[in-house]
């Protein structure tokens, strides 16, 4: 849900929704194509490696790991619940891409911005001017790139919260929940689980399991699971798992509120890597960059790339 301390500037958030829009023009023409070689990577060691960070880390760290070449999988507390903070955003996407790929739903559908409807914390909508029009398109690139609380409610309205558990259930998801709208506790549909894990709730193998279904095309259907990988692509966050990545290519969304860090990653390296890190009960909530639990994922993104066999080089321009 992105509780941070204050709230940014006006105009960082409206230059990053500007760029944005660009972005999503400029998407069109579809991922870079070509790929080397496989890496088999030593899970025994980075299980090692990524237990030493988890171990020495004041908090409680869980992780999920898919190697989709080789289907290899490493897991700590994989089936254990932790809060996800706005990694649930990624379900809700992928409940609205259901929706209009069943007919139920467009991306061209209006959402009329009202007063009531703005919310603190991620987003830019929260400052837009009372009556603003998006489109469903519009709330849910918002959603996922900038993590907007606004754009979320807006979708939650019109999708309605159930569905999003229904769609989890059709996957497998049976842990993963979203409980309300974003600060908005009132319209939580499970109360007590909305204390106990605020915003949603799942578990580091279930979510890493949704983007894998992502990558292959699974999770709704090739096309839509394509256009939201692309829609995710363009997240911005880059303090936790994409610290130290070199810029590898990553499909992605984070979540963050005072004692929670999360975030999960379909990085596109010489092999495709699902990555889902989750910490809650962090001793360290302090909303600086180089908190504990965001320096603790940041190494382990590391790990995870350097089993891999690095960020591979940017094509060459055609």
């Given at each position: 849900?992105?509780?941070?301390?204050?709230?940014?500037?006006?105009?960082?958030?409206?230059?990053?929704?500007?760029?944005?829009?660009?972005?999503?023009?400029?998407?069109?023409?579809?991922?870079?194509?070509?790929?080397?070689?496989?890496?088999?990577?030593?899970?025994?060691?980075?299980?090692?490696?990524?237990?030493?960070?988890?171990?020495?880390?004041?908090?409680?760290?869980?992780?999920?790991?898919?190697?989709?070449?080789?289907?290899?999988?490493?897991?700590?507390?994989?089936?254990?619940?932790?809060?996800?903070?706005s990694l649930?955003?990624?379900?809700?996407?992928?409940?609205?891409?259901?929706?209009?790929?069943?007919?139920?739903?467009?991306?061209?559908?209006?959402?009329?911005?009202?007063?009531?409807?703005?919310?603190?914390?991620?987003?830019?909508?929260?400052?837009?001017?009372?009556?603003?029009?998006?489109?469903?398109?519009?709330?849910?690139?918002?959603?996922?790139?900038?993590?907007?609380?606004?754009?979320?409610?807006?979708?939650?309205?019109?999708?309605?919260?159930?569905?999003?558990?229904?769609?989890?259930?059709?996957?497998?998801?049976?842990?993963?929940?979203?409980?309300?709208?974003?600060?908005?506790?009132?319209?939580?549909?499970?109360?007590?689980?909305?204390?106990?894990?605020?915003?949603?709730?799942?578990?580091?193998?279930?979510?890493?399991?949704?983007?894998?279904?992502?990558?292959?095309?699974k999770a709704?259907?090739?096309?839509?699971?394509?256009?939201?990988?692309?829609?995710?692509?363009?997240?911005?966050?880059?303090?936790?798992?994409?610290?130290?990545?070199?810029?590898?290519?990553?499909?992605?969304?984070?979540?963050?509120?005072?004692?929670?860090?999360?975030?999960?990653?379909?990085?596109?390296?010489?092999?495709?890597?699902?990555?889902?890190?989750?910490t809650k009960?962090?001793?360290?909530?302090?909303?600086?960059?180089?908190?504990?639990?965001?320096?603790?994922?940041?190494?382990?993104?590391?790990?995870?790339?350097?089993?891999?066999?690095?960020?591979?080089?940017?094509?060459?321009?055609?």
């Amino acid at each position: 849900m992105h509780y941070r301390g204050g709230v940014r500037p006006v105009v960082s958030y409206v230059v990053i929704f500007l760029a944005g829009v660009i972005a999503c023009a400029a998407s069109v023409g579809g991922h870079r194509t070509g790929k080397a070689e496989p890496v088999h990577a030593d899970t025994a060691a980075l299980r090692k490696r990524l237990d030493s960070v988890a171990d020495a880390h004041h908090g409680i760290v869980g992780y999920s790991v898919i190697d989709l070449e080789s289907g290899a999988r490493i897991s700590r507390r994989g089936d254990e619940t932790f809060p996800t903070a706005s990694l649930i955003k990624v379900a809700i996407l992928v409940t609205v891409y259901d929706l209009v790929a069943k007919g139920q739903l467009s991306l061209d559908d209006p959402l009329t911005v009202l007063k009531i409807d703005q919310v603190p914390g991620s987003g830019v909508i929260q400052f837009l001017h009372n009556g603003t029009v998006l489109t469903v398109h519009d709330a849910a690139w918002l959603m996922s790139t900038i993590s907007d609380n606004t754009a979320t409610n807006l979708l939650l309205d019109r999708i309605i919260i159930r569905r999003v558990w229904a769609k989890m259930d059709s996957l497998g998801l049976s842990h993963t929940r979203v409980h309300s709208k974003t600060f908005l506790r009132s319209s939580s549909v499970a109360v007590d689980s909305s204390i106990k894990y605020g915003f949603g709730v799942t578990t580091p193998n279930e979510m890493a399991h949704l983007f894998e279904l992502l990558a292959q095309g699974k999770a709704v259907n090739a096309a839509a699971d394509s256009a939201m990988l692309d829609i995710l692509e363009h997240n911005g966050t880059d303090f936790m798992l994409q610290r130290y990545a070199a810029g590898a290519r990553a499909a992605h969304k984070d979540g963050e509120t005072d004692a929670v860090r999360t975030e999960c990653t379909l990085w596109y390296l010489r092999n495709r890597v699902v990555a889902c890190v989750m910490t809650k009960e962090n001793k360290d909530q302090r909303w600086i960059i180089d908190n504990e639990p965001q320096l603790t994922m940041a190494n382990m993104g590391l790990a995870i790339i350097n089993a891999f066999g690095g960020a591979p080089p940017a094509p060459a321009p055609q």
